[in-house]
Protein backbone atom coordinates (compact mmCIF):
# COMPACT_ATOMS: atom_id res chain seq x y z
CA UNK A 1 0.00 0.00 0.00
CA UNK A 2 1.16 3.36 -1.09
CA UNK A 3 1.88 6.16 1.88
CA UNK A 4 1.09 9.91 0.93
CA UNK A 5 4.60 11.80 2.02
CA UNK A 6 3.10 15.42 0.83
CA UNK A 7 0.21 16.72 -0.63
CA UNK A 8 -0.67 14.65 -3.85
CA UNK A 9 2.91 12.53 -3.39
CA UNK A 10 2.65 8.98 -2.57
CA UNK A 11 5.33 6.14 -1.73
CA UNK A 12 5.03 2.54 -2.23
CA UNK A 13 8.49 1.36 -0.75
CA UNK A 14 11.26 0.68 0.68
CA UNK A 15 10.39 -2.68 -0.66
CA UNK A 16 12.70 -6.01 -0.58
CA UNK A 17 16.56 -6.04 -0.14
CA UNK A 18 17.13 -2.95 -2.52
CA UNK A 19 14.62 -0.64 -0.53
CA UNK A 20 13.47 0.09 -3.90
CA UNK A 21 10.64 3.14 -3.85
CA UNK A 22 7.74 3.97 -7.15
CA UNK A 23 6.56 7.27 -6.09
CA UNK A 24 2.46 8.11 -7.78
CA UNK A 25 2.32 11.55 -8.07
CA UNK A 26 -1.34 13.54 -8.69
CA UNK A 27 -1.58 16.94 -10.54
CA UNK A 28 -5.48 17.34 -10.85
CA UNK A 29 -7.84 14.83 -11.98
CA UNK A 30 -4.45 13.03 -13.37
CA UNK A 31 -1.13 11.24 -12.04
CA UNK A 32 1.71 9.82 -13.18
CA UNK A 33 4.45 6.79 -12.11
CA UNK A 34 7.96 7.85 -11.11
CA UNK A 35 10.10 4.71 -11.42
CA UNK A 36 8.39 1.46 -12.19
CA UNK A 37 10.86 -1.08 -9.86
CA UNK A 38 12.16 -4.54 -10.51
CA UNK A 39 11.05 -6.52 -13.64
CA UNK A 40 8.66 -8.72 -10.75
CA UNK A 41 6.92 -5.46 -9.35
CA UNK A 42 4.66 -4.60 -11.85
CA UNK A 43 1.36 -6.33 -10.22
CA UNK A 44 2.21 -4.62 -7.25
CA UNK A 45 2.37 -1.33 -8.57
CA UNK A 46 -0.64 -1.61 -10.74
CA UNK A 47 -2.91 -2.54 -7.51
CA UNK A 48 -1.31 0.28 -5.22
CA UNK A 49 -2.17 2.71 -8.25
CA UNK A 50 -5.83 1.53 -8.27
CA UNK A 51 -5.82 1.66 -4.08
CA UNK A 52 -5.12 5.62 -4.59
CA UNK A 53 -6.85 6.51 -8.17
CA UNK A 54 -9.48 3.56 -8.65
CA UNK A 55 -9.87 0.62 -10.66
CA UNK A 56 -8.86 0.50 -14.25
CA UNK A 57 -7.21 3.63 -13.29
CA UNK A 58 -4.05 5.03 -15.79
CA UNK A 59 -1.55 7.59 -15.57
CA UNK A 60 -0.57 10.12 -18.40
CA UNK A 61 2.47 8.51 -18.31
CA UNK A 62 5.44 6.62 -16.53
CA UNK A 63 8.63 8.68 -15.55
CA UNK A 64 12.03 7.23 -15.18
CA UNK A 65 14.67 8.63 -12.98
CA UNK A 66 17.37 6.36 -14.95
CA UNK A 67 17.40 3.23 -16.92
CA UNK A 68 18.65 1.23 -14.36
CA UNK A 69 17.06 -2.54 -13.94
CA UNK A 70 15.61 -1.72 -10.45
CA UNK A 71 13.96 1.56 -11.93
CA UNK A 72 13.04 0.70 -15.17
CA UNK A 73 12.21 -2.92 -14.69
CA UNK A 74 8.12 -2.74 -15.27
CA UNK A 75 7.91 -0.09 -17.41
CA UNK A 76 7.50 -1.67 -20.36
CA UNK A 77 4.39 -4.34 -19.07
CA UNK A 78 2.96 -1.17 -17.23
CA UNK A 79 3.49 1.17 -20.38
CA UNK A 80 1.61 -1.38 -22.19
CA UNK A 81 -1.36 -2.39 -19.59
CA UNK A 82 -1.63 1.26 -19.26
CA UNK A 83 -1.16 2.37 -23.19
CA UNK A 84 0.62 5.46 -21.89
CA UNK A 85 4.17 6.58 -22.36
CA UNK A 86 7.54 6.39 -21.10
CA UNK A 87 9.79 9.51 -20.63
CA UNK A 88 13.22 9.73 -20.38
CA UNK A 89 16.10 12.25 -20.60
CA UNK A 90 17.31 11.93 -24.17
CA UNK A 91 21.12 11.06 -22.64
CA UNK A 92 19.30 8.19 -21.02
CA UNK A 93 17.08 6.95 -23.86
CA UNK A 94 20.25 4.88 -25.60
CA UNK A 95 20.37 3.01 -22.56
CA UNK A 96 16.96 2.19 -22.20
CA UNK A 97 16.64 0.58 -25.33
CA UNK A 98 19.40 -1.82 -25.78
CA UNK A 99 22.38 0.53 -27.48
CA UNK A 100 25.29 -1.93 -26.79
CA UNK A 101 27.53 1.32 -27.68
CA UNK A 102 26.33 3.92 -25.11
CA UNK A 103 25.70 0.48 -22.21
CA UNK A 104 29.38 0.28 -22.86
CA UNK A 105 30.49 4.22 -22.71
CA UNK A 106 28.54 4.94 -19.76
CA UNK A 107 29.37 1.38 -17.38
CA UNK A 108 29.91 1.60 -14.21
CA UNK A 109 32.34 -0.57 -12.31
CA UNK A 110 29.97 -3.67 -12.23
CA UNK A 111 29.25 -3.14 -15.74
CA UNK A 112 33.25 -3.19 -16.07
CA UNK A 113 33.77 -6.19 -13.77
CA UNK A 114 30.98 -8.73 -14.93
CA UNK A 115 28.22 -7.43 -17.17
CA UNK A 116 30.35 -6.24 -20.29
CA UNK A 117 32.07 -9.40 -20.32
CA UNK A 118 29.43 -11.33 -20.32
CA UNK A 119 27.74 -9.19 -23.09
CA UNK A 120 30.95 -9.68 -25.38
CA UNK A 121 31.23 -13.55 -24.19
CA UNK A 122 27.96 -14.53 -25.55
CA UNK A 123 28.29 -12.70 -28.95
CA UNK A 124 26.47 -10.02 -30.68
CA UNK A 125 23.15 -11.88 -31.67
CA UNK A 126 22.43 -13.66 -28.54
CA UNK A 127 23.34 -10.24 -27.03
CA UNK A 128 20.95 -8.51 -29.32
CA UNK A 129 18.26 -10.93 -28.58
CA UNK A 130 19.00 -10.20 -24.86
CA UNK A 131 18.89 -6.35 -24.86
CA UNK A 132 15.89 -6.06 -27.30
CA UNK A 133 13.80 -8.16 -24.63
CA UNK A 134 14.48 -5.52 -22.33
CA UNK A 135 14.24 -2.68 -24.56
CA UNK A 136 11.56 0.08 -23.86
CA UNK A 137 11.93 1.26 -27.65
CA UNK A 138 8.48 1.00 -28.37
CA UNK A 139 7.02 2.76 -25.23
CA UNK A 140 10.10 5.04 -24.31
CA UNK A 141 10.05 9.15 -25.06
CA UNK A 142 12.78 11.41 -24.83
CA UNK A 143 11.78 14.90 -23.24
CA UNK A 144 14.01 17.92 -22.73
CA UNK A 145 14.83 18.52 -18.84
CA UNK A 146 13.86 22.33 -19.14
CA UNK A 147 10.87 22.34 -21.10
CA UNK A 148 8.70 21.14 -17.85
CA UNK A 149 7.98 17.39 -16.40
CA UNK A 150 5.42 15.55 -18.53
CA UNK A 151 1.97 15.38 -16.78
CA UNK A 152 3.02 17.34 -13.87
CA UNK A 153 2.94 21.36 -13.91
CA UNK A 154 4.61 22.99 -11.16
CA UNK A 155 7.54 20.36 -11.35
CA UNK A 156 11.00 21.14 -12.25
CA UNK A 157 13.12 18.38 -14.27
CA UNK A 158 16.74 18.71 -12.29
CA UNK A 159 19.29 17.11 -14.29
CA UNK A 160 21.30 14.83 -11.90
CA UNK A 161 24.42 13.27 -14.21
CA UNK A 162 26.26 10.99 -12.49
CA UNK A 163 25.06 7.28 -11.63
CA UNK A 164 24.04 7.80 -15.30
CA UNK A 165 24.73 10.10 -17.88
CA UNK A 166 20.76 11.07 -18.11
CA UNK A 167 20.29 10.83 -14.81
CA UNK A 168 16.95 13.09 -13.53
CA UNK A 169 14.83 14.00 -10.54
CA UNK A 170 11.75 15.99 -10.13
CA UNK A 171 11.35 19.67 -7.78
CA UNK A 172 8.18 21.23 -6.93
CA UNK A 173 8.87 24.19 -6.40
CA UNK A 174 5.88 25.51 -4.57
CA UNK A 175 6.40 23.37 -1.37
CA UNK A 176 10.18 21.91 -2.51
CA UNK A 177 9.32 18.41 -2.49
CA UNK A 178 12.40 16.31 -4.12
CA UNK A 179 12.12 12.86 -5.82
CA UNK A 180 16.27 11.93 -6.49
CA UNK A 181 15.95 8.54 -8.04
CA UNK A 182 19.72 6.97 -7.02
CA UNK A 183 21.19 10.87 -7.54
CA UNK A 184 20.56 11.01 -3.57
CA UNK A 185 18.97 7.51 -1.85
CA UNK A 186 18.02 7.58 2.31
CA UNK A 187 19.94 4.36 2.45
CA UNK A 188 23.02 3.70 2.90
CA UNK A 189 24.53 2.20 0.12
CA UNK A 190 28.23 2.71 -0.53
CA UNK A 191 29.20 1.06 2.86
CA UNK A 192 28.75 -3.27 3.12
CA UNK A 193 27.01 -3.34 6.33
CA UNK A 194 24.59 -0.27 5.56
CA UNK A 195 24.12 -2.35 2.73
CA UNK A 196 23.18 -5.81 4.43
CA UNK A 197 21.38 -4.11 7.56
CA UNK A 198 19.53 -1.40 5.38
CA UNK A 199 20.93 0.93 7.83
CA UNK A 200 19.38 4.56 6.82
CA UNK A 201 20.87 7.77 6.34
CA UNK A 202 21.67 10.00 3.08
CA UNK A 203 24.43 8.33 0.37
CA UNK A 204 24.97 9.24 -3.06
CA UNK A 205 24.37 6.41 -5.80
CA UNK A 206 25.69 2.88 -5.37
CA UNK A 207 29.24 3.53 -6.50
CA UNK A 208 29.51 0.17 -7.83
CA UNK A 209 26.71 1.19 -10.39
CA UNK A 210 28.04 4.70 -10.75
CA UNK A 211 29.31 5.81 -13.87
CA UNK A 212 31.24 9.04 -13.28
CA UNK A 213 31.22 9.54 -9.29
CA UNK A 214 32.83 13.20 -9.88
CA UNK A 215 29.43 14.10 -12.01
CA UNK A 216 27.59 11.94 -9.08
CA UNK A 217 28.95 14.10 -6.34
CA UNK A 218 27.89 17.43 -8.46
CA UNK A 219 24.96 16.47 -9.00
CA UNK A 220 24.60 15.71 -5.14
CA UNK A 221 25.55 19.55 -4.43
CA UNK A 222 23.13 20.41 -7.49
CA UNK A 223 20.19 18.78 -4.95
CA UNK A 224 21.83 20.28 -1.70
CA UNK A 225 21.42 23.93 -3.10
CA UNK A 226 17.75 23.61 -4.03
CA UNK A 227 16.88 23.28 0.20
CA UNK A 228 14.20 19.93 -0.06
CA UNK A 229 11.52 20.20 2.57
CA UNK A 230 10.99 16.38 1.18
CA UNK A 231 13.88 13.88 0.20
CA UNK A 232 12.16 11.28 -1.50
CA UNK A 233 14.98 8.75 -2.88
CA UNK A 234 14.89 5.55 -4.89
CA UNK A 235 15.82 3.84 -1.90
CA UNK A 236 14.76 3.37 1.62
CA UNK A 237 12.48 5.53 3.55
CA UNK A 238 11.80 9.27 2.31
CA UNK A 239 13.44 12.15 4.70
CA UNK A 240 10.60 14.98 5.81
CA UNK A 241 10.75 17.46 7.96
CA UNK A 242 12.32 20.60 8.95
CA UNK A 243 15.78 18.78 9.34
CA UNK A 244 15.72 17.60 5.51
CA UNK A 245 17.74 20.50 3.95
CA UNK A 246 20.36 20.98 6.88
CA UNK A 247 20.69 17.10 5.99
CA UNK A 248 21.66 17.11 2.66
CA UNK A 249 23.60 20.41 2.74
CA UNK A 250 26.15 18.68 5.22
CA UNK A 251 25.69 15.24 3.03
CA UNK A 252 27.21 17.40 0.34
CA UNK A 253 29.77 19.13 2.47
CA UNK A 254 30.91 15.58 3.41
CA UNK A 255 30.99 14.05 0.10
CA UNK A 256 32.94 16.76 -1.41
CA UNK A 257 35.61 16.45 1.19
CA UNK A 258 35.42 12.78 1.55
CA UNK A 259 38.36 10.37 0.38
CA UNK A 260 37.93 6.35 0.88
CA UNK A 261 34.54 4.43 0.50
CA UNK A 262 32.02 6.97 -0.46
CA UNK A 263 34.36 8.19 -2.74
CA UNK A 264 35.93 5.73 -4.82
CA UNK A 265 36.57 7.07 -7.23
CA UNK A 266 36.57 10.90 -8.29
ZN1 LIG B 1 18.55 2.12 -7.90
Given at each position: MARQIAPDVYCLGPRGRT??????VQSGSSWVLIDAGWANDGPRIEQAAEMLFGAATRPVAILLTHSHPDHAGSALQLARIWDCPVYLHPDELPLATGDFAAIARFAGPLDHWVILPLMRAIGPRRREAMLSGSSLREVGRPFESDAGVPGLPGWECIPTPGHTPGHVSFFRTIDRV????????????????????????????????????RAAKESVATLARLSPSVLAGGHGTPL???????????????????????????
Amino acid sequence: MARQIAPDVYCLGPRGRTQTDVYFVQSGSSWVLIDAGWANDGPRIEQAAEMLFGAATRPVAILLTHSHPDHAGSALQLARIWDCPVYLHPDELPLATGDFAAIARFAGPLDHWVILPLMRAIGPRRREAMLSGSSLREVGRPFESDAGVPGLPGWECIPTPGHTPGHVSFFRTIDRVLITGDAVVTVKVNSLSGLLLGRQGLAGPPWYTTWSWRAAKESVATLARLSPSVLAGGHGTPLTGPETAGALRAFARSLRSRHGIGRPRS
